[in-house]
């Protein structure tokens, strides 16, 4: 096996700073890649999270103008990672999150802040740095759309590309007007460039120009081919679905282990899964809930949007009180949602819980003590918690759509039968089937037995990156070979 070197390029990185499920990939796929002879490092800009939690910053190149101010390319390292970051002060050492300023409103100047990260991750592609030379770029999610497109227009040769999709709800328009600050000559402007509806498209871009595309999921990748979840981009994906594949997630397997997890009150594997009992009864206690042990205890840990289907289980929790079963929520997002999940704490005091914030800790908590995981995702490209959930022996009731579809073993009858079940999935996505779904939970969980075999069949479930970083492996070879 030849090495080979990858440069990944994305917006969010754990642990130095997450948003959501891309963080936690960009932190653990390129660990994962090393045991298949692929050297990664990962390029990200320079938050004020980030420039404090690097280590041995250095810097290697600086700019005297990039997008409006000087900037600088630090070489760090976090932990095992090998770190690029692009310290810009004028686009990124703000307060806020990465995309939003403290007034929860996209930063205006984002359409320049992440094409400064794209064109820097093509820069590096074509040889910026003396003596690193990747031979593949890995571009993850809009934010960094137009590196396959700074590439194309800038005339000099460059490494393949890859562009992963985490989700094709965020695409990155910008209107026509920013071109003239891109740096992208005029030509890029048409249909089979940048050009989306008039505007600029950053994610459709990517999905135009590079070589490769890949989700999260199998299941994903053929449910945005279709006009439905394709929000648009179905017939470009259409066209483009040769080069287009679903590589499943998985999660860092040391970060999410029950049974070494600093985070929790008792420790656990799949010899010991009665342990969890004390887990339960901290959660709990930490959710202002009934101490019963007795009771089915759901847990949410998730962004609260639309995406997320949390306004469906909202009304569906007349029927999961109804049936003696308890919530501990933990989420953060839309305002409205926040307000009617606390809201429903106040109305059922002792059965459901809300913790409205971001809180790592907590998600752990939660994993290791709730029964059964709830994700009624409308969409799901992949999702991680209910892969946190298999390892955790928290059983995951899920929708039946995208990774979620792929990656939990409904309890049927032929599954049951033959020992392999994982979970509940539920279909169509409704408030009508979550309420059945409760249903054959409730069952599921009266009977001891069915109960402990879905969470060792979940808990012995490989949910690590072995297999994923696999795929990625023989995806950059393969495109490799192409050159
Ligand atoms: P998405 O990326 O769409 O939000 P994923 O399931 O892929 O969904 O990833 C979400 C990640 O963020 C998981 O690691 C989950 O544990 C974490 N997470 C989501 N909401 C919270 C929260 N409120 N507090 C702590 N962790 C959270
Ligand atoms: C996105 C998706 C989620 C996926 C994550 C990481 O945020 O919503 O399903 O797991 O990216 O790929």
Partial sequence: MTSLTALSIASELFPLIKTGGLADVAGALPTALRAHDVAVTSLLPGYPAVLGGIEDPRQVHDFH??????????????????????????????????????????????????????????????????????????????????????LKYSGR??????????????????????????????????????????????????????????????????????????????????LRGGRLSGILNGIDTDVWNPANDALIAATYDVESIAARARNKKALQARFGLKPEPGALLYGVISRLSWQKGLDLLLEALPQLAGGGAQLALLGAGDAELEQAYGAAARKYPGQIGAVIGYDEALAHQIQAGADALLVPSRFEPCGLTQLCALRYGAVPVVARVGGLADTV??????????????????????????????????????????????????????????NPAQHYAKLYRDLVAER
Wanted: hydrophobic residues 40%.
């Fill in 65 to 150: 103008d990039l997008f409006g101010g000087t900037a600088r390319l630090l070489s760090a390292r976090c932990g095992e990672l090998d770190l690029l970051v692009l310290d810009a002060p004028h686009l990124y050492v703000r307060p806020g999150n990465p995309y939003l300023g403290p007034d929860g409103k996209d930063w205006p100047d984002n359409g320049l802040r992440f094409a400064a990260l794209a064109q820097v991750g093509a820069r590096i592609g074509q040889g910026l740095l003396p003596h690193y030379a990747p031979d593949v770029l890995h571009a993850h999610d809009w934010q960094t759309g137009l590196l396959p497109a700074y």
């Fill in 157 to 238: 040769p460059g490494p393949k590309t890859v562009f992963t999709i985490h989700n094709l709800a965020f695409q990155g328009r910008f209107p026509y007007e920013l071109l003239a600050k891109l740096g992208l000559p005029q030509r890029a402007f048409s249909l089979d460039g940048i050009e989306y509806y008039g505007g600029i498209g950053y994610l459709k871009a990517g999905l135009q120009l590079a070589d490769r595309i890949t989700t999260v999921s199998p299941t994903y990748a053929a449910e945005i081919q279709g006009s439905e979840a394709g929000m648009g981009l179905d017939g470009l994906l259409r």
């Fill in 409 to 466: 073993v409904d309890a049927n009858e032929m599954a049951t039968a033959t020992g392999v079940a994982t979970g509940v999935q539920f279909a169509p996505v409704t408030t009508d089937a979550l309420i059945k779904a409760f249903g054959k939970t409730r069952a599921l969980f009266a009977d001891v037995v069915a109960w402990r075999n879905l969470q060792i069949n979940g808990m012995t479930t490989d949910v690590s990156w072995k």
